[in-house]
């Protein structure tokens, strides 16, 4: 059984940073893309950053690039992701998500499983 289990979400002020993870078990972690998603009151879930299982390479939305970081540790079956000066608008549900591609990373529908998702609030 796969799981993804994000963790690290909170209440941050405006230019605060908060860390999130994702630890994941039941598939072979190293061959899979990860990805980050968030999801705001409504609005559609949107991408923010997937990095490569193949070659390590990292894709960023334009909104989060500069302030975002995203990492992962093959041998802890875990990807982070680092958020430095957040923004308001930045509060939503964040979701990490497994792809096993490397094609088309922004589109949800590539990927194959996901977490429960982990709020981060950023006051103004």
């Known amino acids: 059984q796969v799981r993804l289990v994000e963790s690290g979400g909170g209440l941050v002020q405006a230019g605060g940073s908060l860390s999130v993870s994702c630890a994941t078990s039941?598939?072979?972690?190293?061959?899979?893309?990860m990805g980050w998603f968030r999801q705001a009151p409504g609005k559609e879930r949107e991408f923010v950053v997937a990095?490569?299982?193949?070659?390590?390479?990292?894709y960023y939305a334009d909104s989060v690039k500069g302030r975002f970081t995203v990492s992962r540790d093959n041998a802890k079956n875990t990807v982070y992701l680092q958020m430095n000066s957040l923004k308001p608008e930045d509060t939503a549900v964040y979701y990490c998500?497994?792809?096993?591609?490397?094609?088309?990373?922004?589109?949800?529908?590539?990927?194959?499983?996901w977490g429960q998702g982990t709020q981060v609030t950023v006051s103004s």
């Open positions: 990095i490569s299982w193949s070659s390590g390479n990292t």
């Open positions: 039941g598939l072979t972690f190293r061959r899979y893309t």
């Open positions: 998500a497994a792809a096993a591609t490397d094609y088309r990373l922004t589109y949800a529908s590539v990927y194959d499983y």
